[in-house]
C-alpha cells in the first residue's frame, strides 16, 4: 500500500526529471559525448545493491524511530581509489564493529550497521575554483570526478572515473559481503578479538571488559541451551553516501521485476546535503522518486518551512523508515537551532528517524591552517543532543561519524590528548579530518554513558 501511494504520488517524475531542474554540485566536463558514452556504459553494469536490501533497511530505520534500534553510520569523509585495498577495508570495518560491540552491549538494542564507504568518491566544495598563488584550477571534487594533485590534467573532470568509481565500489562490496559471510563478525572469531591496535590506551582495560562480558554471555547461552549462538555468527552491513553526482546516480536507478518504483541501486542509503537541499533543485526532484530510504543533512540554516517542505515533497505517503535527518549543527549552535526543528517535525504526521553528525558543524582551522576537529566539541555537540531531543519528547535514534581504522592524528583531543602539533605526524585526509580508530571507540563510550543517564532521568 505505501508502495502504491508513494508510487501515485511521483507519476510526473521521470528518472532524468532532474535535468529541469537547477543542479548544483555537479562535474563541468569538456567533453560531453565522451561523458554519454561513459554513462550509456555504467547504465549496464550490475547494481551494488538490491532492493530487497534496501526494503530490509528501511524496515531497520523505522524501528529506530520507535527507540528501538540505534544506527551507527560511519566512515571515511571521502573515499579515495587508492585505498580500496584490503588493509583499509578491514579496518574500516574492524572499528564500526567494535563500536557496534560497545554501542550493542551498553544501549541493550540491536545496532544498524551503516558505512560511508563503497562509494563516497564525490564531494561537495564551497567554491568551484581553487586558487594556489597565481593559479588557478578547477576544485577538487572528489576521486568520482578528477584528482587531488593541484596540476591543470589532474583537476579536469574524466567521466572515465566513474566506471572506476563503479569497479572500487563494487570491489569493497564484494570484500565486505565475504568478510561478513566468512565469519568477521563472529563474536567467536580471533580476528574479531584482536585488540592489538588499542593495547597502549587508557580505554583498553574497559574495551576487555566489555568484550569479557559479552563473551560470557554468549557461553552461558549456548551452555544452557546446548546450541551455538549462530545468529550472533553474521552481522548485516548497510552502505551510504551522498548522491551527489546526478548522472551516476541515474545510471545506477534501474526498475526491479515485480516490485513497483524505482531503485537507486548504488546505495542501500543515500543521502542529500544541505548544499542541494532546494526544494525546487535538481537534487531533491531526484530523491522524490526513488524507494530507498534517504536522509537529508541539515543545519542552522535550516528553517522550519524549508524542513516542513522538504518532508512534504520527499515523503508524500508518509512512510516509516523514509526519512532520516541528520542534524549537523557545531556544539555552539545546536541548542539555539535543533528545538525548533523538533518542534517543527512534531507538528506534522511524518515519522523521521533522528540522527546526529557532530563532525560537520565543529570543523576548524589551526594558527597553522590546518583543518581539524576538537574531540571536546564533537562530545559536546552529541550529548547536547541527547539531551535536547528527551527534553523535546524525541528520540536521538542514531550517530553519523566521520572516522577510519587507521592510526590518523587529524582531530584533536580524546583519550590520548592529541594536540594541534599531533597533526602533522599523521594527518593523510584530502579532505576532511577524521576520527581515528582510538577516538572512535571512547566516542562510542560515551554514548552509551549518556543514554544510560538519560535512561536513569527517565
Known sequence: MQQALHALDAHNWRI??????????????????????????????????????INTLRQELAL????????????????????????VITNRLKV?????????????????????????????RSSDIETRGDVSLPSYRGDLVNGPEFTPESRIPDPRRLLRGHARSALTMNFVRALVDGGFADLHHPEYWNLN???????????????????????????????TAGTLRRTDFYTSHEALHLHYEQAMTRQVPRVDGWHNLSAH????????????????????????????KIGPGMSSDWLRGLLEVLDPGREAGRITLIHRMGAKHI????????????????????????????????????????????????????????????????????????????????????????LQRAYKSTVDPRLNYEQA??????????????AAAN
Not at 563541468?28 to 530487497?52: E, K
Not at 590506551?201 to 571488559?209: D, G, M, T, V
Not at 563473551?215 to 549456548?222: A, G, L, N, Y
Open 269 to 296: 542509503f543515500p543521502w542529500i546535503g544541505m548544499r542541494t537541499a532546494e526544494l525546487d533543485g535538481a537534487h531533491v526532484e531526484f530523491f522524490r522518486g526513488i524507494r530507498n530510504p534517504i536522509a537529508i
Open 96 to 124: 564500526l564493529l567494535q563500536m557496534s560491540l560497545v554501542l550493542t552491549h551498553g544501549l541493550e538494542m540491536p545496532v544498524v550497521r551503516v558505512g560511508r564507504f563503497a562509494g563516497q568518491y564525490a564531494k561537495p
Open 64 to 87: 529506530a524511530q520507535q527507540g528501538k534500534r540505534f544506527i551507527l553510520q560511519g566512515g571515511d569523509c571521502s573515499e579515495n581509489f587508492h585505498e580500496c585495498t584490503s588493509p
Open 441 to 454: 571507540i571512547e566516542l562510542a563510550m560515551l554514548i552509551v554513558r549518556k543514554h544510560q543517564q538519560i
Open 197 to 227: 591496535w588499542l593495547e597502549h590506551s587508557p580505554l583498553a582495560k574497559e574495551f576487555q571488559r566489555i568484550a569479557d562480558d559479552i563473551e560470557q554471555s554468549i557461553r552461558f547461552m549456548e551452555t544452557v541451551t546446548g546450541k
Open 335 to 422: 541548542a539555539e537551532h535543533l528545538p525548533a526543528l523538533i518542534r517543527t517535525v512534531k507538528s506534522t504526521d511524518h515519522a523521521v528517524t533522528w540522527v546526529c553528525d557532530p563532525m560537520h558543524g565543529n570543523t576548524e582551522s589551526t594558527a597553522q591552517g590546518i583543518k581539524t576537529r576538537r574531540f571536546e566539541n564533537i562530545q559536546s555537540e552529541l550529548e547536547q543532543a541527547f539531551d535536547l531531543h528527551a527534553d523535546c519528547g524525541s528520540i536521538l535514534g542514531g550517530v553519523h561519524l566521520e572516522l577510519t581504522g587507521e592510526d590518523v592524528t587529524e582531530c584533536t583531543g580524546g583519550a590520548r590528548a592529541l594536540s594541534d602539533t599531533d
Open 16 to 53: 532524468d526529471s532532474w535535468h529541469d531542474k537547477p543542479a548544483r554540485q555537479q562535474a563541468s566536463y569538456p567533453d560531453q559525448q565522451a561523458l554519454a558514452d561513459t554513462l550509456s556504459q555504467l547504465n549496464q553494469l550490475p547494481p551494488l545493491v538490491t532492493s530487497w536490501e
